[in-house]
């Protein structure tokens, strides 16, 4: 029989895993530790803050956020059109990305997203440079949306990246080709 969890305050949580690597987050409670990352998710992680930098939106990778006083998650990245507030992020902003690693499940993925909608972030992408494919949750349409190959990631302020480009680079990144050719 599984041992019940033990509430844990936001100080608690501070005090006990605020900065030990591998790294925690704070939900509802509990600490929950994030699953580790692949060299294929760092360097998406790296690729898309290039990315996001190329097309003028600032960008943060693995910052805590202080959004609710019951979560204090850190996504893949943060980003927004103006600077990103320091040294945490207590307001909303435009996007938040995470990147799916081989150990994370997908629905708990989406549920975690579902929270930074709820917390005012307009829009929400989740990457699998696994599978090559991504979602994408908005504020005004909080369902997960599937894309594919041929589509774009959007965002506010007018941000567009197209999956082909990023999943190209990742392959240039790493030296192997794992895309169908185009004619």
Known sequence: MASPVQFLSFQQFQQTFGYEKPCYEYWFGEAIQKSMPTSLHGSTQILLGMLLFSRGWKAASEVRLRLSPYANPVPDLVADPKPIESPFPTKPFALCIEILAP?????????????YLDWGIQTVWIIDPDQRKAYCMRHANPEPAQLFLSDSLTAESGLVLPLREIFEQLDRLSGKSRLPRTS
């Open 103 to 115: 150990s994370d499940d997908l629905r708990r993925l989406f549920q975690k997203c579902a929270h």
